[in-house]
Structures are given as C-alpha cells and as structure tokens.
C-alpha cells in the first residue's frame, strides 16, 4: 500500500520574538528572506522552520502529554515523515524550494510554553531551519516533497558548491 502523500498540516508565524504564534492558511515566502510577515524575514539563514506532526507525536509520548505546534516555535508543520536535517539537503514545500542550514535545537523557553521536560522530549525531534532557494506561497494542505534532489554544481570560488537554478519543467531529472 502506498503511504499517503506528505502535506502541510500547519503553518505559524510570529511578529516579534517571544509573541505568540498565530496559524495562517497561507504566507507568502521570498527568496532569500523567508515568510512575510514572520520574525526571522529577512535574517542572512534562518528563513523557515519545519518540523513533522509525525515527530512531534513521539515527543508527546517522552514528555506524557499533547505537544501542540504552535508552541514549538517552528512555522510549518507537515503531515509525517523526516525532516530532512543534513546542510545542504534541499525539500520542496508547495511552491518553494528550501535548502537545510541546520538542526533547529529546542529552546528553554519551550519548558516555559509548554511545559517542564518539552525542551528535553523535543531534542531531535523539533524540526530543521532552512533557507528559501525559491520563493512562492504556501498553504496548508500543500503537498512535501522531502526528497529533492540537488543539482550537480560546480564549486564556488571558495571550494563549496552553490545554489543552482531549478531545471526547466518537463525536463527529466
């Protein structure tokens, strides 16, 4: 039987730090910025975070009790599946492309917002932060793909490979 199609289940955003999350239907994501209208917009890495219900359930199971997403601090929440963790490694969420920088590690204000012990259930379990390659929108219900395969890119003058352009549609990849 085939799995069901990974989707997005939630989206957050929050104006400043420490402000509550609000839950949007819909953002808009530009490219080398991140969501309009969220707190990290504009910051040089930190674009989007995503995080999966699916993990976010075995975090419950560690801490005894629900783990709701907005309080984790993380703006998109997909349906199941991994999130890809290791740098470079690049997903595609509606229309927008994403390239992982790094794990995003549980804060301390987390035992705050939901309880004692949620920083320590939420340790590799609390999503990845990544940076918009291609900008779009997004909307809950959107499909995932978690599994976007990078180009191969010639090295930059500094030795590492860079960002290459998505391959025209229609072209086998």
Not at 95 to 113: F, G, M, S
Not at 130 to 135: P, T
């Amino acid at each position: 039987m085939t799995p069901p199609p990974v989707e997005i289940v939630s989206i957050h955003v929050a104006k400043g730090s420490r402000l509550p999350m609000q839950a949007r239907e819909r953002v808009e994501v530009e490219a080398g910025k991140g969501i309009v209208g969220d707190r990290y917009h504009g910051t040089k890495h930190r674009h989007v975070t995503v995080q999966s219900r699916e993990s976010l359930d075995e975090a419950a199971t560690v801490f005894g009790a629900e783990v709701l997403s907005n309080l984790t601090r993380r703006n998109v929440t997909i349906s199941h599946g991994v999130v890809p963790r290791d740098p470079g490694t690049r997903i595609r969420v509606g229309d927008v492309l994403l390239e992982a920088v790094r794990v995003a590690a549980p804060c301390k204000l987390l035992d705050d917002t939901i309880g004692r012990g949620a920083q320590e259930a939420l340790r590799r379990r609390a999503g990845t932060v990544f940076r918009v390659l291609e900008g779009g929108s997004i909307a809950v219900g959107d499909p995932v793909d978690l599994e976007v395969e990078a180009l191969s890119l010639p090295a930059s003058p500094g030795g590492t490979p860079g960002p290459g352009p998505r391959p025209p549609a229609g072209d086998a990849a």
